[in-house]
């Protein structure tokens, strides 16, 4: 499956941004479906994920209350909403598909991988 994302840019902070990752080739429906973001010099970071169906999300603790994520098996995407947006929510943000089944919080748990958005938040 190949995954682009799209929606990233220069905001301020306290601002909304959404992202979205529009899938190909393969049945959206069959894959769970992850953000990670990745800022310079730091380690890849879980931002959440979301279930085949769409009937669970999970997230970071460092975004949790803030970030939404969702899906529309129809349209083959994912989306990231994000609201209250802070400085160091600054990354480059993937999308990333998996054939695994419930949370997956961790990079090996996912087999695609999207080429990244970057979100830069200014303070």
């Known amino acids: 499956v190949q995954l682009v994302e799209s929606g990233g840019g220069l905001v301020q902070a306290g601002d909304s941004l959404r992202l979205s990752c529009a899938a190909s080739g393969d049945t959206f429906s069959r894959y769970v479906m992850g953000w990670f973001r990745q800022a310079p010099g730091k380690e890849r970071e879980f931002v959440g994920s979301?279930?085949?169906?769409?009937?669970?999300?999970y997230y970071g603790d460092s975004v949790k209350g803030r970030f939404t994520i969702s899906r529309d098996n129809a349209k083959n995407t994912v989306y990231l909403e994000m609201n209250s947006l802070k400085a160091e929510d600054s990354a480059v943000y993937y999308c990333?598909?998996?054939?695994?089944?419930?949370?997956?919080?961790?990079?090996?748990?996912?087999?695609?991988w999207g080429q990244g958005t970057q979100v830069s938040v200014s303070s």
């Open positions: 979301i279930t085949n169906a769409g009937l669970r999300t």
């Open positions: 990333a598909a998996s054939v695994r089944s419930g949370f997956l919080s961790r990079e090996d748990g996912y087999n695609y």
